[in-house]
């Protein structure tokens, strides 16, 4: 189905100068022009759209970001689950994969048994061996943690807590999108919350309410 400017005006509720803007920043395909003041968008925009505007307010990110999130990534905007665990790994994941292994390892200045003793234990990612920067900040973090003989079983439980959850978010997610396919787009983006709002906002907060916990009990 093909929409004209009015009609994705009114389903996106953009102005006509910010949809032609995404369109020429490559964040929305060129219409087709079958006469000249008659340009025909793709039903696919409506939610390109959407998902543009997720991440400019719910997640604060920058034209440049999303320009660069578009440019890396294959959006199928099909509305399943799988779409949505590939969103939220490239969103975790904005860093240009861009660092080989040879390249992470002397900048790391670690040995490969190192690297892949932290890829074993679930403390970094391997993705088809390129790297971001976020990995080698993590690696200096575990570096030093080594230095200060840091107790690494705060980090086990985070593997192990984490691939719990990620069992669990699936599983909900994908019968939550079973259930009614008039909401996958509303759906769609209210796992995107829980997941990426919701999820840190309680971890971080249980972790401020406990120190506040410790700290009141030796007044």
Do not use: W
Not at 60 to 79: G, M, P, R, T
Not at 188 to 214: G, Q, V, W
């Amino acid at each position: 189905m093909s929409l004209k400017m009015k009609e994705l005006i009114e389903l996106t509720g953009e102005s006509k100068s910010t949809l032609l803007y995404y369109v020429k920043e490559g964040l929305l395909p060129e219409p087709k022009k079958i006469k000249p003041n008659v340009h025909l968008y793709d039903q696919s925009c409506v939610d390109r759209v959407k998902f543009i505007k997720y991440l400019q307010n719910e997640l604060s990110y920058s034209i440049a970001q999303i320009k660069s999130i578009f440019e890396e990534n294959i959006f199928n905007f099909d509305n399943s689950f799988e779409q949505l665990v590939n969103s939220i790994k490239m969103i975790v994941n904005i860093d240009k994969r861009d660092i080989d292994k040879k390249t992470l390892l002397q900048m790391a200045q670690i040995t490969e048994d190192e690297l892949q003793e932290f890829i074993d234990k679930g403390y970094i990612y391997n993705y088809n061996n390129k790297f971001s920067k976020k990995e080698l900040k993590i690696i200096n973090l575990l570096k030093e943690a080594k230095e200060l003989n840091f107790d690494t079983s705060l980090i086990d439980k985070y593997v192990k807590v984490a691939k719990e959850l990620a069992i669990l978010e699936n599983d909900l997610g994908t019968q939550l999108l079973k259930d009614d396919t008039k909401a996958h787009n509303q759906r769609y983006l209210f796992l995107f919350d829980i997941i990426l709002n919701l999820k840190p906002y309680i971890f971080n907060n249980a972790t401020i309410k406990e120190h506040y916990s410790r700290v009141k009990d030796k007044v």
